[in-house]
Protein backbone atom coordinates (compact mmCIF):
# COMPACT_ATOMS: atom_id res chain seq x y z
CA UNK A 1 0.00 0.00 0.00
CA UNK A 2 1.41 3.38 -0.99
CA UNK A 3 -0.78 6.10 0.64
CA UNK A 4 -0.33 10.02 -0.56
CA UNK A 5 -1.98 12.42 1.42
CA UNK A 6 -2.29 15.60 -1.03
CA UNK A 7 -2.96 18.71 1.07
CA UNK A 8 -2.89 22.46 0.92
CA UNK A 9 -3.72 23.47 4.38
CA UNK A 10 -4.54 21.93 7.55
CA UNK A 11 -7.90 21.22 7.88
CA UNK A 12 -10.03 18.41 9.82
CA UNK A 13 -10.59 16.12 7.26
CA UNK A 14 -6.84 16.37 6.43
CA UNK A 15 -6.38 15.37 10.47
CA UNK A 16 -8.91 12.80 9.58
CA UNK A 17 -6.76 10.96 7.10
CA UNK A 18 -3.75 11.25 8.82
CA UNK A 19 -5.10 10.19 12.22
CA UNK A 20 -6.66 7.32 10.27
CA UNK A 21 -3.51 6.13 8.72
CA UNK A 22 -1.03 7.04 11.91
CA UNK A 23 -3.39 4.50 13.96
CA UNK A 24 -3.29 1.48 11.44
CA UNK A 25 0.84 2.14 11.45
CA UNK A 26 0.47 2.24 7.49
CA UNK A 27 3.32 4.60 6.17
CA UNK A 28 1.88 7.70 4.16
CA UNK A 29 3.55 10.13 2.27
CA UNK A 30 2.38 13.87 2.50
CA UNK A 31 2.32 16.12 -0.24
CA UNK A 32 1.83 19.71 -0.24
CA UNK A 33 0.38 21.21 -2.86
CA UNK A 34 1.69 24.51 -2.05
CA UNK A 35 5.11 23.22 -2.37
CA UNK A 36 4.84 20.43 -4.82
CA UNK A 37 2.43 21.55 -7.73
CA UNK A 38 0.50 18.73 -9.76
CA UNK A 39 1.01 18.06 -12.87
CA UNK A 40 -1.60 17.63 -15.16
CA UNK A 41 -1.55 13.58 -15.82
CA UNK A 42 -1.82 13.32 -11.45
CA UNK A 43 -5.38 15.67 -12.02
CA UNK A 44 -6.25 13.79 -15.39
CA UNK A 45 -5.51 10.78 -12.71
CA UNK A 46 -7.62 12.05 -9.95
CA UNK A 47 -10.92 13.75 -12.54
CA UNK A 48 -10.89 10.16 -14.15
CA UNK A 49 -11.43 8.76 -10.78
CA UNK A 50 -13.90 10.83 -8.98
CA UNK A 51 -14.95 13.52 -11.32
CA UNK A 52 -13.25 17.13 -11.98
CA UNK A 53 -16.11 18.93 -10.55
CA UNK A 54 -15.83 17.47 -7.11
CA UNK A 55 -12.04 18.03 -7.03
CA UNK A 56 -13.06 21.92 -6.66
CA UNK A 57 -13.83 22.93 -3.15
CA UNK A 58 -17.23 24.39 -2.92
CA UNK A 59 -17.06 26.10 0.85
CA UNK A 60 -14.22 27.85 -1.23
CA UNK A 61 -15.54 31.69 -1.90
CA UNK A 62 -12.97 32.40 -4.23
CA UNK A 63 -13.48 29.23 -5.85
CA UNK A 64 -17.17 29.97 -6.21
CA UNK A 65 -16.22 33.17 -7.43
CA UNK A 66 -13.70 32.20 -9.81
CA UNK A 67 -15.05 30.54 -13.45
CA UNK A 68 -13.93 26.83 -12.29
CA UNK A 69 -16.72 27.18 -9.80
CA UNK A 70 -19.25 27.65 -12.69
CA UNK A 71 -17.89 25.50 -15.35
CA UNK A 72 -18.26 21.97 -16.95
CA UNK A 73 -15.44 21.53 -18.79
CA UNK A 74 -13.09 18.98 -17.67
CA UNK A 75 -10.10 20.54 -19.80
CA UNK A 76 -10.63 23.75 -18.29
CA UNK A 77 -10.88 22.71 -14.72
CA UNK A 78 -7.71 20.90 -14.76
CA UNK A 79 -6.68 24.18 -16.19
CA UNK A 80 -7.91 26.54 -13.40
CA UNK A 81 -6.79 24.34 -10.79
CA UNK A 82 -3.24 23.54 -12.27
CA UNK A 83 -3.14 27.29 -11.82
CA UNK A 84 -4.05 27.97 -8.18
CA UNK A 85 -4.90 24.43 -6.69
CA UNK A 86 -5.86 26.61 -3.60
CA UNK A 87 -9.21 26.07 -5.42
CA UNK A 88 -9.29 22.48 -4.34
CA UNK A 89 -10.62 20.63 -2.11
CA UNK A 90 -8.82 18.31 0.20
CA UNK A 91 -7.08 16.18 1.53
CA UNK A 92 -6.81 14.23 -1.89
CA UNK A 93 -5.84 10.56 -0.62
CA UNK A 94 -4.10 8.11 -3.37
CA UNK A 95 -3.43 4.54 -3.47
CA UNK A 96 -2.05 3.77 -6.21
CA UNK A 97 -4.43 4.37 -9.08
CA UNK A 98 -7.37 4.88 -6.48
CA UNK A 99 -8.02 8.48 -5.32
CA UNK A 100 -10.35 10.06 -2.62
CA UNK A 101 -10.95 13.21 -1.76
CA UNK A 102 -12.29 14.51 1.12
CA UNK A 103 -12.56 12.15 4.73
CA UNK A 104 -13.96 9.03 3.12
CA UNK A 105 -13.25 6.41 6.16
CA UNK A 106 -15.08 3.63 4.07
CA UNK A 107 -12.84 3.26 1.25
CA UNK A 108 -9.61 3.55 3.32
CA UNK A 109 -11.27 0.72 5.21
CA UNK A 110 -11.85 -1.02 2.51
CA UNK A 111 -7.91 -0.41 0.83
CA UNK A 112 -6.87 -1.88 4.24
CA UNK A 113 -8.58 -5.06 3.77
CA UNK A 114 -8.04 -5.41 0.72
CA UNK A 115 -4.44 -4.63 -0.25
Known amino acids: ???????LKKNFDVQKAERFFKER?????????KK????LRELELFASRIGARELVD??????MSHPVGHTDDKT?????????PAFMRTPIVRNGNK???????????SWCENP
Not at 25 to 33: A, E, F, G, N, S
Not at 58 to 63: K, P
Not at 99 to 109: I, M, Q
Open 76 to 84: RILEYLMEN
Open 25 to 33: RIPYQLVDL
Open 99 to 109: VTVGADENTWK
Open 36 to 39: HKLG
Open 58 to 63: RNNIAA
Open 1 to 7: MNIQIYT
